[in-house]
């Protein structure tokens, strides 16, 4: 797939991973919708880059079907759909205090899968319309998980299930739209310097960089973006979940 001229949508485009592939898929030359539900940083970086954007929150089916519709109102239709809106919540499945609450639980697993889910189900249907380019190929969806899919540490059960579902997601997704030539992957990153890391002191931040096999540091939002385009450009990647994680395996705490 060729990311210059091509339409795409990044939902969770307003900042970090998001707004990185954002600015790469542009660079590149795509015609890029950013979705997000912070309205005021997604118009702020739509503005400063002269794209579109549209308030969506993922839990919201309609918001996601119209986000979807924008962002494939253009010549040839939706090529590109990038999933990073997710969000996190620590606990412990139970403890002194009793068993987890079950809102907090479900909120992670309606904003992380279901809403990937919402984002991926949306723009495939919108990608199936479009005309096949060469080796038949259509479009190409890319979600987020997370190491923690694999490595959930203490406190991590609802994000460490939500992101499991993510990459369960993958290869049926991918086996579903082989027949429309839409390819499916998903990318699990590490620890990376994004919005959420940033609230932690610097010398905590440096510490969990350190941590990391190699290179020791966390990972840039940029280095995400870098991997997305790489799956949009190589039509042979289809069906996988890759670790961008530094060799990274999480311990229990």
């Known amino acids: 797939m060729?990311?210059?001229?091509?339409?795409?949508?990044?939902?969770?485009g307003a900042s970090g991973l998001g707004e990185a592939t954002v600015r790469r898929l542009h660079a590149?030359?795509?015609?890029?919708?950013?979705?997000?539900?912070?309205?005021?940083?997604?118009?702020?970086?739509?503005?400063?880059?002269?794209?579109?954007?549209?308030?969506?929150?993922?839990?919201?089916?309609?918001?996601?079907?119209?986000?979807?519709?924008?962002?494939?109102?253009?010549?040839?239709?939706?090529?590109?759909?990038?999933?990073?809106?997710?969000?996190g919540w620590a606990q412990k499945v139970a403890g002194s205090k009793g068993p987890h609450p079950l809102m907090p639980f479900e909120t992670i697993i309606q904003i992380n899968l279901i809403g990937t889910f919402n984002a991926l189900r949306y723009a495939a249907t919108a990608m199936i319309s479009t005309e096949p380019l060469e080796d038949g190929e259509r479009g190409v969806c890319i979600n987020t998980a997370s190491i923690a899919a694999f490595d959930g540490q203490v406190g991590q059960i609802a994000y460490a299930a939500s992101k499991g579902g993510v990459v369960g997601m993958t290869l049926p997704a991918a086996r579903d739209l082989a027949q429309y030539g839409i390819r499916v992957n998903t990318i699990a990153p590490g620890l990376?310097?994004?919005?959420?890391?940033?609230?932690?002191?610097?010398?905590?931040?440096?510490?969990l960089g350190a941590g990391v096999p190699y290179p020791p540091r966390l990972g840039s939002p940029s280095e995400y973006a870098q991997l997305a385009c790489q799956i949009v450009e190589n039509r042979m990647l289809n069906g996988e979940t890759i670790r961008l994680d530094g060799a990274l395996r999480m311990p229990p705490r």
Do not use: H, W, Y
Request: hydrophobic share 45%.
């Open 2 to 12: 060729r990311i210059e001229g091509s339409q795409a949508i990044v939902i969770g």
């Open 28 to 87: 590149g030359g795509a015609r890029v919708t950013i979705a997000d539900v912070n309205a005021e940083k997604g118009k702020a970086l739509a503005e400063e880059l002269g794209l579109g954007f549209v308030s969506c929150d993922v839990r919201e089916e309609a918001q996601v079907q119209d986000a979807v519709a924008r962002a494939a109102d253009g010549e040839g239709g939706l090529r590109i759909a990038v999933c990073c809106a997710g969000t």
């Open 192 to 207: 990376f310097d994004t919005p959420l890391l940033a609230a932690l002191p610097e010398d905590a931040r440096l510490k």
